[in-house]
């Protein structure tokens, strides 16, 4: 079994207008350190072993479902599990 | 300045409904390896350096805005950069 912990961002390039009003809000609540925030998502996957190699079926996953490559990119780190 | 790397996910107890979406997507599509799937959210902060402890900081943000602390939990990883 292994647990695969996904991280999908926006691309540098793309505005992130929901990053940008967290900053506000920050800023606004006198945290004014705070000078950029960008939002993305965190996604934890539990798969088990099959005859299909892991990388392949992540990355497959990720460019399907779980990420839009056009304006996103992908990180994915994998933790093999002993099933109890 | 610092990059701020925060983790914020759901507690175990919690029901997650859209994990439980994206199961269901993803077996639809053939992926039958993936048993279970938890939604949590990834933000970057850029922080500048002040007078204050930064963990002070960011547990004061994490808790007052970027997670619920009744349903949700919350990690995060420090980075010093130097500024160009």
Chains 1, 2 share one sequence.
């Not at 967290?22 to 099959?50: F, P, W």
């Not at 079926?57 to 093999?80: G, H, K, M």
Request: charged share 30%; with cysteine; aromatic share 8%.
């Amino acid at each position: 079994m292994y647990k695969v912990k996904v991280f999908v961002t926006l691309r540098e390039s793309v505005l992130d207008p929901q990053g940008k009003a967290v900053t506000h809000s920050l800023n606004a609540l006198n945290y004014k350190e705070v000078t950029d925030v960008r939002i993305g998502k965190y996604m934890e996957l539990t798969v088990e072993k099959s005859e299909r190699n892991i990388d392949e079926v992540i990355n497959e996953i990720c460019t399907s479902l779980l990420a839009n490559p056009v304006i996103e990119d992908y990180r994915y780190e994998v933790e093999e599990c002993v099933a109890q």
